[in-house]
């Protein structure tokens, strides 16, 4: 009973101070108080966590494959109120804060990652973003490459949603949505900025020798005279068949049986080249490859599937799911996919695996240094010209790429067909393509390390699958990625070492 001598002013304060006794937690969403509750209420997200993202990769597969009728609105609605219930945020973020009272390192990392996740969807999930993305994505399908008036009006509608996405960045504290992506790729944008002043300089005195040589044959250096330079190694012509088997073969010689990897390729035209979906993580991997597609993009697609098929956490968070930025470090997954195509360029595995003669063998794996000078500096361009994009909002984006063409290529011949921004990759993965050149560095280190344990024919030695498992698999995102290198290889990401390799440093 409420005491009737009380003035009006102090029963209100008596009873709100009644009120917050009974229900505390009005005054905060956060709930979770000790260590073992902690475990037991992320054991719950991680069955909703994991639930939505089988939801997710099965719509995914079906919208590439057309199996079925694909519906990706459902579950992104449902990764979206997941990451933005209230009680959810306000507990990971209290206890992220309090990380160093958590001494199981498997949970503390749990904590890190969904809070990276939640930070790192505030812009792909919001409702404006997704509107649009969704909208493109469908046009962008279905849209008549004839029709230059429509797709003038839809190249302007991507340009739209990039420049949302810039607004949003600018309202997480970045100055542009690109610098923001990179770090929740887990590269950060300001060691992005000094690997690709890196590029530039470690390649310019090669590039600037082959333009010297150009000019002695030719009055003036075209484009196309640069790119008669651009080799990559010798990617083998099989049949359908052979290229299942070879695939087999492969893994066979570092120990791996292919039967019992859950995964499955489908060969049917699609959106990209190759895509492998871990629809389930570790147990189902689809793999959708359009016809005639190089061998390299098979053993590339395979080495996804074995990186996922071979992870170890039993906690959905730490699994890898691709389908929340923050997550997966795609950098470190496209470096575990490079690094099964690299076995292609191997002395043995050519011997073993191709009709070339010991001098053409010779031949594809000497470094010719003009090749890797140009297949460095397209890198550069092909990185930069979306990101650039971003951080020059204002400007056309055709004058944005222009400019960087002339200063890559050290060239006003600017390429004949003009940049269009009608690409998937735009709306699904922006600014995804750095991944691959990193990945290139992380190949390098792990075919060093392979190479350095396991002696020169490790292609076919049965122990470097196991290595590969125990140091590099097996983790899912349960260990920080650099670190993972670290500790497998012995030294940080060797950007040094990768460019020795191409014959750009002495």
């Known amino acids: 009973m409420i005491n009737s001598s009380l003035s009006p002013k102090k029963c209100v304060i008596v009873i709100c101070i009644f009120v917050l006794c009974l229900f505390p937690f009005v005054t905060s969403a956060q709930s979770v108080g000790n260590v073992n509750d902690l475990k037991i209420y992320l054991d719950s997200k991680d069955s909703v966590y994991e639930n939505i993202c089988i939801e997710y990769g099965t719509q995914t597969w079906n919208l590439y494959s057309m199996e079925d009728e694909a519906d990706l609105k459902t579950p992104k609605e449902k990764m979206n109120a997941f990451l933005q219930d209230n009680e959810f945020i306000e507990n990971i973020d209290y206890w992220n804060k309090n990380e160093s009272s958590i001494e199981d390192e498997i949970l503390k990392r749990r904590v890190f990652v969904y809070n990276n996740i939640i930070e790192g969807t505030k812009i792909e999930l919001d409702s404006e973003v997704r509107e649009k ?41 970045y100055e542009n949505y690109a610098d923001y992506l990179l770090d929740y790729y887990g590269i950060g944008h300001q060691w992005f900025k000094d690997f690709t002043k890196i590029i530039e300089e470690k390649t310019e005195p090669v590039y600037n020798e082959l333009l010297a040589k150009i000019k002695e044959e030719k009055d003036s250096v075209k484009f196309r005279d640069v790119m008669k330079y651009l080799k990559r190694g010798y990617n083998p012509e099989y049949s359908m068949d052979s290229n299942f088997l070879i695939m087999r073969e492969t893994i066979a010689g570092i120990g791996i049986n292919y039967d019992s990897i859950p995964i499955r390729f489908v060969v049917k035209e699609a959106d990209f080249g190759g895509n492998c979906i871990g629809v389930k993580i570790p147990a189902d991997f689809r793999v959708i490859m359009v016809p005639g597609i190089n061998f390299s993009a098979f053993m590339h697609e395979l080495g996804h599937g074995l990186h996922g098929a071979f992870t170890k956490s039993e906690s959905a968070i730490l699994k890898g799911y691709e389908w929340c930025f923050g997550n997966d470090p795609p950098a470190f997954y496209e470096g575990m996919a490079v690094t099964m195509a690299d076995f292609l360029k191997h002395p043995d595995w050519l011997d073993q695996y191709t009709n070339l003669t010991d001098e053409e063998i010779r031949k594809q794996v000497n470094i010719d240094k003009f090749s890797s000078a140009v297949w460095m500096r397209y890198n550069l361009y092909a990185i930069l010209a979306e990101i650039e994009i971003y951080r020059n909002e204002e400007e056309n984006h055709i004058d944005v790429v222009k400019k960087l063409f002339k200063k890559v290529f050290k060239t006003d011949d600017f390429m004949s067909r003009q940049y269009s921004l009608l690409n998937t990759l735009y709306i699904d993965y922006p600014c995804y393509l750095q991944n691959y050149t990193i990945a290139d560095v992380i190949s390098y280190q792990v075919h060093k390390t392979l190479r350095e344990k396991f002696g020169e024919n490790y292609v076919n030695n049965k122990e470097v699958s196991k290595f590969m498992i125990e140091n590099f698999y097996k983790y899912g995102v349960a260990k920080d990625w650099k670190k993972i290198l670290f500790d497998a290889t012995g030294s940080e990401l060797d950007v040094e070492g990768y460019f020795k390799s191409l014959g750009l440093l002495n």
């Open 133 to 173: 993305t969704t909208y493109l994505l469908e046009a962008l399908r279905n849209r008549n490459e004839d029709d230059s008036s429509a797709n003038a009006e839809l190249e302007n509608r991507v340009k739209e949603l990039m420049k949302l996405r810039n607004k949003k960045a600018r309202m997480l504290g």
